[in-house]
T-cell receptor, first 117, second 119 residues
Framework: AQTVTQSQPEMSVQEAETVTLSCTYD???????LFWYKQPPSRQMILVIRQEAYKQQNATENRFSVNFQKAAKSFSLKISDSQLGDTAMYFC??????????????FGTGTRLKVLA | DTGVSQDPRHKITKRGQNVTFRCDPI?????LYWYRQTLGQGPEFLTYFQNEAQLEKSRLLSDRFSAERPKGSFSTLEIQRTEQGDSAMYLC?????????????????FGPGTRLTVL
C-alpha cells in the first residue's frame, strides 16, 4: 500500500528566509505524481506544486521548488524568501490511480509552518 | 466565484442525528471526490463520482454514510445516526475528465470543507 510520511509536525521560519519541508513516500509503482498542497487557517486547500515521477528535473513554481529523489522516495519542498502569507498547513500527497483515467490522493499528516515577522 | 463550494461550512449536531452536506463542483468538472480530514491528519479519500455514477468507495465509508450525485452536478453526503467519531472536516474536490489511459492527469480542486462537530 502506498504511504506518505511527513516527519515534521511543526516548523517555523523567519520572514525572508528559506525553509525546507520533508516528505517520504512508499510505492511500487513506476509512474506517478507527487504534490504539495497548502491549507491556510480556515481556508481551502490549494495546489502549491506537482512533480511527475518520470521527469528527472525538479519542479519549480516561483518561490517554491522541490527536491525529488526517486530512488530514495523523497520529495521535499523548499520555500525561498518566506512570506507571512506562507503560514499554513502543508500536505505532501501521492496520486494513486484507482480506475482508468482517474485517481485519489494519499496525503501525509501535514507540517504546520509558521512564518515569523 | 467559479470554485468548488460546500454548504454548510459548519455543522454542530447531537449524537444520533442525521446530517447532510452539499458540494457544488466547478461547472465543467465531471469528476467529484469526497475526503474526510480529522484533527491532526491529512485528508482521507471517501468516495468518487464520474458524472452521476459512484465508481469508488473507501472502506472508511460505513453503512451510515451515503453519497449521491443525482444529475451529475452537485453531490450530497449524508451521515445517518451520527457518532462522535464522525467529527471531522469533510472536503469535496472536483476535476475534469480527460480521455486517455491510466496516466491521464487531472488536478483536483478542493472546496472549503464542512466542519462537523458531533456532541
Amino acid at each position: 500500500a502506498q504511504t506518505v510520511t511527513q516527519s515534521q509536525p511543526e516548523m517555523s521560519v523567519q520572514e525572508a528566509e528559506t525553509v525546507t519541508l520533508s516528505c517520504t513516500y512508499d510505492t511500487s509503482e513506476s509512474n506517478y505524481y507527487l504534490f504539495w498542497y497548502k491549507q491556510p487557517p480556515s481556508r481551502q486547500m490549494i495546489l502549491v506544486i506537482r512533480q511527475e515521477a518520470y521527469k528527472q528535473q525538479n519542479a519549480t513554481e516561483n518561490r517554491f521548488s522541490v527536491n525529488f529523489q526517486k530512488a530514495a522516495k523523497s520529495f521535499s519542498l523548499k520555500i525561498s524568501d518566506s512570506q507571512l502569507g506562507d503560514t499554513a498547513m502543508y500536505f505532501c500527497a501521492f496520486m494513486k490511480f484507482i480506475t482508468s483515467g482517474t485517481y485519489k490522493y494519499i496525503f501525509g499528516t501535514g507540517t504546520r509552518l509558521k512564518v515569523l515577522a | 466565484d467559479t470554485g468548488v463550494s460546500q454548504d454548510p461550512r459548519h455543522k454542530i449536531t447531537k449524537r444520533g442525528q442525521n446530517v447532510t452536506f452539499r458540494c457544488d463542483p466547478i461547472s465543467e468538472h465531471n469528476r467529484l471526490y469526497w475526503y474526510r480530514q480529522t484533527l491532526g491528519q491529512g485528508p482521507e479519500f471517501l468516495t468518487y463520482f464520474q458524472n452521476e455514477a459512484q465508481l469508488e468507495k473507501s472502506r472508511l465509508l460505513s453503512d451510515r454514510f451515503s453519497a449521491e450525485r443525482p444529475k451529475g452536478s452537485f453531490s450530497t453526503l449524508e451521515i445517518q445516526r451520527t457518532e462522535q467519531g464522525d467529527s471531522a472536516m469533510y472536503l469535496c474536490a472536483s476535476s475534469r475528465g480527460l480521455a486517455g489511459g491510466p496516466t491521464s492527469y487531472n488536478e483536483q480542486f478542493f472546496g472549503p470543507g464542512t466542519r462537523l462537530t458531533v456532541l
